[in-house]
């Protein structure tokens, strides 16, 4: 079965400061990748997900995630955050039909 | 587009008793999920259903958890009877099939704390 790792579970960070995440996996076979977030009192959303093709992948709200297979990764990034990105943001792995969450990263952002 | 819905939104209950959660999935989806998040960590499988059979249990703690879907549309899980541990939400999801190809919908989830 597939798991994934998050780290650094607490992020606190200003207005304008860069973001990155990191996310581990390990499995075996082809997996599928995503990216969701959960903003306070919401359901979990899609933020974005990779299949095949570029590694780099663009989702909404100026995220994107990089693949690199021989590191087993999928981090997401964003050059500059706003204080509405403030959200737990879950990293999900999906092998064999099943979709594994990791822990969760909780991002405050500071105005 | 009417999204997952999942009632009630809130339940406190005491140890040993009972309760049950209902879903309906967006009109049309073929593959209902159930999900149990802990605070702190994230959602984890409970049970998968494509239309309505079972397509993945393994992790459902069946001598207290049981889920029905009984005419392949909305669904419901039950807890009997729920321990401390169980104070968790519950995510119901649906996507229109199987599949990593598939994006998964989720709910706003029933948040259920046992004392």
């Known amino acids: 079965a597939q798991s994934v790792s998050q780290h650094n579970h607490h992020v606190i960070l200003s207005e304008a400061a860069s973001l990155e995440l990191g996310c581990n996996y390990s499995y075996g076979g082809t997996v599928n990748l995503f990216w969701y977030v959960q903003y306070p009192g919401q359901h979990l959303q899609l933020l974005l997900k990779y299949f095949s093709g570029d590694p780099l992948v663009k989702g909404i709200k100026g995220f994107e995630a990089e693949f690199i297979k021989s590191k087993f990764s999928f981090n997401l990034r964003k050059p500059s955050v706003q204080w509405s990105d403030t959200a737990e943001y879950f990293c999900a792995v999906s092998g064999n039909n099943r979709l594994a969450f990791g822990k969760g990263n909780q991002v405050v952002v500071i105005p | 587009e009417a999204g997952v819905a999942q009632s009630p939104r809130y339940k406190i209950i005491e140890k040993r008793q009972s309760v049950a959660f209902w879903c309906n999935p967006i009109s049309g989806h073929a593959t209902l999920y159930w999900y149990q998040q802990i605070l702190g960590q994230g959602p984890k499988l409970l049970i998968q259903f494509q239309n309505n059979g079972v397509v993945d249990d393994s992790q459902l703690p069946k001598d207290r958890f049981s889920a029905e879907r009984l005419k392949g549309v909305d669904s419901t899980l039950k807890i009997q009877p729920a321990k401390l541990e169980d104070s968790a939400v519950y995510l119901c999801?649906?996507?229109?099939?199987?599949?990593?190809?598939?994006?998964?919908?989720f709910g706003e989830g029933s948040w259920l704390t046992v004392v």
């Open positions: 999801a649906s996507s229109l099939a199987a599949g990593a190809g598939n994006t998964i919908y």
